[in-house]
């Protein structure tokens, strides 16, 4: 069954501060992995789209990471924001009809920044 | 890339009633999608909806709960018929421009829907 999971659930950093964001995947065939940012009560937007090629890609102070061999990523933030609070989604792509719309939605980190 | 709107941003319905929700993108997608969003959960695809044919739906969800349409490239109305507490979720429409292997997907902001 294809499947991401994400670590942690929730985390409460301090502003200025940097963290890493968790995702495992179990989807094969792999087609690329993405994460999105969730703002309260709007819709996910894309902060980076890595194929199985690609080890890091970056977005300003974002940074995601990929080891396909292992089937992980991570998302790195550097220097927190207040504007960084929100729910992290890793969405993997592929599955049946691989190199298609299918997407798997990992359930989120969501992520507080405090003064 | 491709801006998304959807109409109403948020709305609190009766039991047994319907609700129809709109997606217009700015641009032409190839694929638009409709997505739930439960309280804590990921997203889960109910359908692809198909220009000028019937939607594409995801195992647990059915043409006669959750009616698509899609009559040009840019716009797609999803109706939630016969409300119940359960259908409360959020409703996201998103759109897929397949125009690199990426197969990028834009979401609109979503429909908060409350069933009463």
């Known amino acids: 069954k294809n499947q991401v999971e994400q670590s942690p659930q929730s985390l409460i950093i301090l502003e200025g501060k940097n963290c890493t964001l968790q995702?495992?995947?179990?989807?094969?065939?792999?087609?690329?992995l993405r994460w999105y940012k969730q703002d309260t009560g709007r819709g996910p937007v894309s902060l980076t789209i890595?194929?199985?090629?690609?080890n890091t890609k970056s977005n300003g102070r974002y940074t995601a990471t990929l080891d396909a061999d292992t089937k992980q990523s991570s998302l790195h933030i550097t220097a927190s924001q207040l504007s960084d609070s929100a729910s992290y989604i890793c969405?993997?792509?592929?599955?049946?009809?691989?190199?298609?719309?299918?997407?798997?939605f990992g359930k989120g980190t969501k992520l507080s920044v405090i003064p | 890339s491709a801006v998304i709107s959807q109409k109403p941003s948020r709305d609190i319905c009766q039991r047994g009633t319907s609700l129809t929700i709109q997606c217009q993108v700015d641009?032409?997608?190839?694929?638009m999608f409709w997505y739930r969003q439960q309280p804590g959960q990921s997203l889960t695809l109910i359908a692809t909806?198909?220009?000028?044919?019937?939607?594409?739906?995801e195992s647990g969800f059915v043409i006669d709960k959750f009616p698509i349409s899609r009559p040009n490239l840019t716009f797609s109305t999803l109706t939630v018929s016969n409300m119940s507490p359960e259908d409360s979720s959020i409703y996201l429409c998103?759109?897929?421009?397949?125009?690199?292997?990426?197969?990028?997907?834009?979401f609109g902001p979503g429909t908060r829907l409350t069933v009463l």
């Open positions: 995702c495992n995947y179990t989807v094969s065939p792999f087609s690329n």
């Open positions: 969405v993997v792509s592929g599955g049946s009809g691989a190199g298609s719309y299918q997407l798997t």
């Open positions: 641009s032409q997608v190839t694929m």
């Open positions: 890595m194929t199985f090629s690609e």
């Open positions: 998103s759109g897929g421009t397949g125009s690199s292997s990426y197969n990028e997907q834009f």
């Open positions: 909806a198909n220009q000028g044919s019937e939607a594409t739906y």
